[in-house]
């Protein structure tokens, strides 16, 4: 039997469902992002800087021993 061609699409006219058609919840949606401002933090040294509009933490140096930043959940 082939398969996909004659498959029931029941839900593919239900929004969110089926074949891509509804309103999903979208890139960054549901509180993933922590906001502009706070600090980043290094994971080796624990130096903090200010964290910048834009730009993640990830791609931050660290000012004292040159690691990648990440982003303090802690105190932002």
Do not use: W
């Not at 839900?11 to 509180?31: D, E, T, V, W």
């Amino acid at each position: 039997m082939p398969r996909g061609r004659f498959v029931n699409n029941s839900n593919a006219n239900r929004p969110g469902r089926g074949l891509g058609g509804g309103q999903g919840r979208g890139r960054q949606s549901g509180g993933y992002g922590l906001g502009p401002g706070g600090h980043c933090i290094c994971p080796q040294c624990k130096t903090r800087i200010e964290h910048k509009r834009g730009v993640p933490c990830y791609q931050e140096e660290c000012p004292e021993c040159g690691a990648a930043m990440v982003r303090d959940r802690e105190n932002n």
